[in-house]
C-alpha cells in the first residue's frame, strides 16, 4: 500500500474509531481491578485509558506504599522497566527521520565493534566457546526486531549463559554504555542474524547508536528530544533521595511462596534510580508516572503527534514501527508467542490477528504494545483509538491475570477481541 493510500485509510479509520459506540465502561474496569486489590493479588494498582481522543477511565485502588499507609494516585513514580525500549525506539527513530541512517544499513557502519559478528557452536574441552562466523552481518533492522543474534541470558543455552555471566563480569553502573556495547560485540550470538528472536540486549545497542549519531549521551537525548518536548516532566533515569517529589516514588513487592506480597528493602529495589549512575541504557531504568507513559502512548496513537501538539515522529514511522518486522520463516520466537498472536516490530509487540484460542490475551488486530518488569503495561489499539497504560510495583514480572483482568474489562463488548470459545466476562 502507497503511503497515501495509508494515511487515507488511517484517517478513515480513525473517523471510524470516533464516531463508534464507546468500548470502555468505567465501573467494568473498577470492578476488574478493585476486586484484585480486595483479594490481596496486588497492593496497588491505577489505570488510565483513552478512548475516541478523550480520556475514557481512570482509576486508582489500594496503596503505593502500604507500609506509610499512602494510597495509590495516578502520580505516583513507578519504575517502567522494559517499557523503556519503546521509548528508546522512538529516539532511535528519530534519527533514522533525519537520514542518519537506513535500517539495513550493517550495525557496523556505525559502531566498528560489530563487524565481524561470531555465533557460539558449544563449548570446548577447555572450557572456552567455540563460534563460527555470522552468515551476515547484523542490521539495524535486526536490532528493532530483536533478530540481532545478541544473547540475553533468557533461554540461553547453559554453558554460553555461564560464559556471559564471566565475560560481563565488571560491567557495573560506573561504567558507560560505550563499555557495556563494546563488550557485547565481542559476545558469541546464540543464533546467526535473522534466524531467531532473543529478547532485550540489542536495545541497548539501539542506545549506543542514538548518542553516535546524535553526538549526545543517551540519557540526554531522550531529554532534550522525548521528555521535554512532550511535557513528561516526571519520566528520569534518577529519583534523589532529597527530591521534593521523593514521597511520590512507589515501593515495590514480591509475592513470597505464600502468595503473600512482601515489601522488597527499598536499598534493593531502588538501589539504581537513587544514584545518578553513569550507565544508563536502552533496556531498563526509567521511572515514569502512568500521565507521563500515557502521554507517550497517545502521541503513538495520534501519528506520531504528542498530546500538546509537538510532533515527535512523522505517521508513516510510527506505522513502520508498529508495523510486524517478523520473517513468516523466522519460526524460532523464544517465549513471544506466550503473548498471543502477535509479531515484532520495533520494540514494541504487534498483534496480527485476534485470539486463537482461549488462552490468549483479549485484543484487537493492529495493536501494538509492551510490559515492564514489575507488571506495568500499555498498549495502542488503533482499531478502536484506544491508548492504555497500567501501573503497578510487584514480581515476578508477567501477571497475565492482571494482564487479562484489565484487557477483558475494556473490551467486553467487542466480540471479535476474544476468542470464538472463549465466553465475554
Given at each position: 500500500m502507497s503511503l497515501r493510500r495509508w494515511l487515507l485509510a488511517a484517517a478513515l479509520a480513525g473517523l471510524t474509531a470516533a464516531h463508534a459506540a464507546?468500548?470502555?465502561?468505567?465501573?467494568?474496569?473498577?470492578?476488574?481491578?478493585?476486586?484484585?486489590?480486595?483479594?490481596?493479588?496486588?497492593?496497588?494498582?491505577?489505570?488510565?485509558?483513552?478512548e475516541g481522543g478523550s480520556e475514557a477511565y481512570f482509576g486508582a485502588f489500594g496503596q503505593a506504599d502500604r507500609e506509610a499507609d499512602r494510597a495509590m494516585a495516578r502520580d505516583a513514580l513507578m519504575q517502567i522497566h522494559s517499557m523503556t525500549k519503546p521509548l528508546t525506539g522512538v529516539a532511535l527513530m528519530q534519527l533514522y527521520e533525519l537520514g542518519r541512517f537506513q535500517l539495513d544499513d550493517p550495525v557496523a557502519k556505525y559502531l566498528p565493534e560489530f563487524a565481524n559478528p561470531r555465533v557460539w557452536v558449544g563449548e570446548g574441552a577447555d572450557g572456552q566457546p567455540v563460534t563460527e562466523p555470522a552468515a551476515r552481518a547484523i542490521t539495524i533492522r535486526d536490532l528493532g526486531r530483536h533478530t540481532s543474534g545478541i544473547a540475553s541470558g533468557l533461554g540461553m543455552p547453559p554453558a554460553l549463559e555461564r560464559?556471559?555471566?564471566?565475560?560481563?563480569?565488571?560491567?557495573?553502573?560506573?561504567?558507560?554504555?560505550?563499555?557495556?556495547?563494546?563488550?557485547?560485540?565481542?559476545?558469541?550470538?546464540?543464533?546467526?542474524?535473522?534466524?531467531?528472536?532473543?529478547?532485550?540486549?540489542?536495545?541497548?545497542?539501539?542506545?549506543?547508536?542514538?548518542?553516535?549519531?546524535?553526538?549526545?549521551?543517551?540519557?540526554?537525548?531522550?531529554r532534550?528530544?522525548?521528555?521535554?518536548?512532550?511535557?513528561?516532566?516526571?519520566?528520569?533515569?534518577?529519583?534523589?533521595?532529597d527530591a521534593a517529589d521523593r514521597a511520590r516514588f512507589a515501593p515495590s513487592y514480591a509475592r513470597d511462596a505464600n502468595g503473600r506480597l512482601q515489601r522488597i528493602p527499598d536499598a534493593q529495589s531502588r538501589a539504581y534510580n537513587d544514584t545518578d549512575w553513569q550507565l544508563k541504557t536502552g533496556t531498563t531504568g526509567l521511572v515514569s508516572t502512568l500521565?507521563?507513559?500515557?502521554?507517550?502512548?497517545?502521541?503513538?496513537?495520534?501519528?506520531?503527534?504528542?498530546?500538546?501538539?509537538?510532533?515527535?515522529?512523522?505517521?508513516?514511522?510510527?506505522?513502520?514501527?508498529?508495523?510486524?518486522?517478523?520473517?513468516?520463516?523466522?519460526?524460532?520466537?523464544?517465549w513471544l508467542p506466550s503473548k498471543g498472536n502477535v509479531g515484532f516490530g520495533i520494540n514494541v509487540g504487534v498483534r496480527v490477528g485476534p485470539p486463537r484460542n482461549s488462552g490468549e490475551f483479549s485484543g484487537a488486530p493492529g495493536e501494538f504494545f509492551w510490559d515492564g518488569a514489575a507488571n506495568t503495561l500499555f498498549w495502542v489499539d488503533p482499531k478502536h483509538g484506544i491508548a492504555a497504560v497500567l501501573f503497578t510495583q510487584f514480581y515476578p514480572p508477567g501477571d497475565g491475570k492482571l494482564n487479562r483482568a484489565f484487557r477483558d474489562a475494556v473490551y467486553a463488548d467487542d466480540a471479535e477481541a476474544f476468542a470464538g470459545n472463549k465466553p465475554k466476562p
Amino acid at each position: 500500500m502507497s503511503l497515501r493510500r495509508w494515511l487515507l485509510a488511517a484517517a478513515l479509520a480513525g473517523l471510524t474509531a470516533a464516531h463508534a459506540a464507546p468500548l470502555v465502561v468505567p465501573a467494568r474496569i473498577d470492578a476488574a481491578l478493585s476486586a484484585m486489590v480486595k483479594r490481596g493479588e496486588l497492593v496497588g494498582v491505577t489505570a488510565v485509558v483513552y478512548e475516541g481522543g478523550s480520556e475514557a477511565y481512570f482509576g486508582a485502588f489500594g496503596q503505593a506504599d502500604r507500609e506509610a499507609d499512602r494510597a495509590m494516585a495516578r502520580d505516583a513514580l513507578m519504575q517502567i522497566h522494559s517499557m523503556t525500549k519503546p521509548l528508546t525506539g522512538v529516539a532511535l527513530m528519530q534519527l533514522y527521520e533525519l537520514g542518519r541512517f537506513q535500517l539495513d544499513d550493517p550495525v557496523a557502519k556505525y559502531l566498528p565493534e560489530f563487524a565481524n559478528p561470531r555465533v557460539w557452536v558449544g563449548e570446548g574441552a577447555d572450557g572456552q566457546p567455540v563460534t563460527e562466523p555470522a552468515a551476515r552481518a547484523i542490521t539495524i533492522r535486526d536490532l528493532g526486531r530483536h533478530t540481532s543474534g545478541i544473547a540475553s541470558g533468557l533461554g540461553m543455552p547453559p554453558a554460553l549463559e555461564r560464559h556471559n555471566n564471566a565475560h560481563y563480569r565488571g560491567i557495573a553502573w560506573t561504567s558507560d554504555l560505550s563499555e557495556l556495547v563494546a563488550r557485547t560485540a565481542l559476545a558469541p550470538l546464540v543464533a546467526h542474524p535473522g534466524r531467531r528472536w532473543t529478547y532485550d540486549l540489542a536495545t541497548n545497542v539501539q542506545a549506543r547508536l542514538v548518542e553516535k549519531l546524535s553526538g549526545q549521551r543517551f540519557e540526554d537525548y531522550l531529554r532534550d528530544h522525548l521528555f521535554q518536548p512532550m511535557g513528561m516532566a516526571s519520566t528520569r533515569f534518577h529519583v534523589a533521595p532529597d527530591a521534593a517529589d521523593r514521597a511520590r516514588f512507589a515501593p515495590s513487592y514480591a509475592r513470597d511462596a505464600n502468595g503473600r506480597l512482601q515489601r522488597i528493602p527499598d536499598a534493593q529495589s531502588r538501589a539504581y534510580n537513587d544514584t545518578d549512575w553513569q550507565l544508563k541504557t536502552g533496556t531498563t531504568g526509567l521511572v515514569s508516572t502512568l500521565d507521563d507513559y500515557m502521554t507517550f502512548a497517545r502521541m503513538l496513537l495520534d501519528g506520531g503527534v504528542a498530546p500538546n501538539g509537538t510532533r515527535v515522529l512523522k505517521a508513516e514511522t510510527v506505522k513502520l514501527m508498529a508495523t510486524d518486522a517478523l520473517p513468516a520463516e523466522l519460526t524460532d520466537r523464544s517465549w513471544l508467542p506466550s503473548k498471543g498472536n502477535v509479531g515484532f516490530g520495533i520494540n514494541v509487540g504487534v498483534r496480527v490477528g485476534p485470539p486463537r484460542n482461549s488462552g490468549e490475551f483479549s485484543g484487537a488486530p493492529g495493536e501494538f504494545f509492551w510490559d515492564g518488569a514489575a507488571n506495568t503495561l500499555f498498549w495502542v489499539d488503533p482499531k478502536h483509538g484506544i491508548a492504555a497504560v497500567l501501573f503497578t510495583q510487584f514480581y515476578p514480572p508477567g501477571d497475565g491475570k492482571l494482564n487479562r483482568a484489565f484487557r477483558d474489562a475494556v473490551y467486553a463488548d467487542d466480540a471479535e477481541a476474544f476468542a470464538g470459545n472463549k465466553p465475554k466476562p
